[in-house]
């Protein structure tokens, strides 16, 4: 997606064009973070669905209320996932961490862009 920037903008329009792209990979990670608590289940459903097994009839009740509680522990985190992923904290340190491979390149760019700016 970087590559695809047009680099003859004005300096402002390329940051703020680099500031959505990594807000971007923030909305991501928050999908991630929502789909995160069904995958017990989502696996049970997958097996089912290549497999054509039922895992279900060789799981008991318990196992089945093991993955509820697992999924209401993995919601419960999901959510304070989800209010700490946003624009508001892309400045925070967690944010930087959990941003260090994709944050890294826009942080480079616009590093970059600064230094051409300071050159003009």
């Known amino acids: 997606i970087i590559l695809s920037l047009d680099y003859q903008q004005p300096i402002t329009i390329l940051q703020r064009e680099l500031s959505k792209l990594k807000l971007s990979v923030i909305y991501n990670l928050k999908i991630a973070a929502a789909v995160l608590p069904f995958s017990p289940f989502i696996g049970?459903?997958?097996?089912?669905?290549?497999?054509?097994?039922?895992i279900t009839e060789i799981i008991s009740l318990r196992q089945v209320l093991i993955?509820?509680?697992?999924?209401?522990?993995l919601q419960l985190i999901s959510l304070f996932f989800s209010a700490k992923l946003s624009a508001k904290n892309k400045d925070k340190n967690y944010m930087n961490w959990l941003l260090k491979a994709n944050g890294s390149q826009i942080n480079e760019a616009k590093s970059f862009l600064s230094e051409i700016e300071d050159f003009k």
Not at 44 to 54: E, P, Q, R, S, V
């Open 44 to 54: 049970i459903f997958t097996i089912k669905a290549i497999l054509n097994f039922d």
């Open 67 to 73: 993955f509820a509680g697992i999924t209401v522990i």
